[in-house]
């Protein structure tokens, strides 16, 4: 019985993340060449500040995420907020996708930090960024605004 159920809960997990893959797709947004140094990505909602390492096979990555002034001036809190990076071969498709930075549940805004090593796939030549988070106002309305962008 025990067996039973968390094969169940197994299958019902793989299954909801079955359709959050970009592998493969083509990302829509301009890529960032991978090469050594440091960039700056930012949009209204968000500026990324980071420095990339590239070796033979492997990115290394770090840098920090701010949320922009719209989010911060309006909002206190983060419900969940996430950053991602897509790995893009020379036609733009994504070879693969890394989470860099993750909130936690129910956090004060803040600049959130990242470092990872990443192995390169074969034929990776660029990357994009995406994200998604849900801002909130602490209070009796509980007012949230949903952000994302995709690859």
């Known amino acids: 019985m025990k067996k039973s159920f968390l ?26 060449v991978l090469k050594d ?3 700056v990505w ?7 500040n980071y420095h990339c390492q590239r070796t033979q096979n492997a ?9 922009g002034r719209g989010i ?24 693969d996708t890394r989470l860099l930075a993750d909130s936690g549940h129910l956090v004060k805004i803040e600049t959130w930090h990242f470092k990872q090593d990443i192995p390169l796939p074969s034929g ?10 849900r801002a909130v106002v602490s209070g009796h309305d509980q007012t949230t605004w949903d952000f994302q962008l995709t690859p």
């Not at 094969?7 to 947004?29: D, E, H, P, R």
């Not at 990115?59 to 701010?66: E, F």
């Not at 911060?72 to 070879?95: M, W």
């Open 7 to 32: 094969l169940i809960i197994s299958l019902m997990f793989v299954c909801s993340c079955a359709g959050l893959s970009y592998q493969g797709k083509t990302a829509a947004q301009k890529p960032i």
């Open 37 to 39: 140094g440091d960039g």
């Open 42 to 48: 930012k949009n209204d909602d968000l500026s990324v």
């Open 59 to 67: 990115l290394r990555i770090s840098g920090s995420v701010d949320l």
């Open 72 to 95: 911060v001036n309006n909002f206190s809190t983060i419900e969940y907020f996430r950053l991602q990076i897509h790995l893009l071969d020379a036609q733009g498709k994504i070879s």
């Open 124 to 133: 990776a030549e660029a990357m994009v960024f995406s994200y998604s988070g």
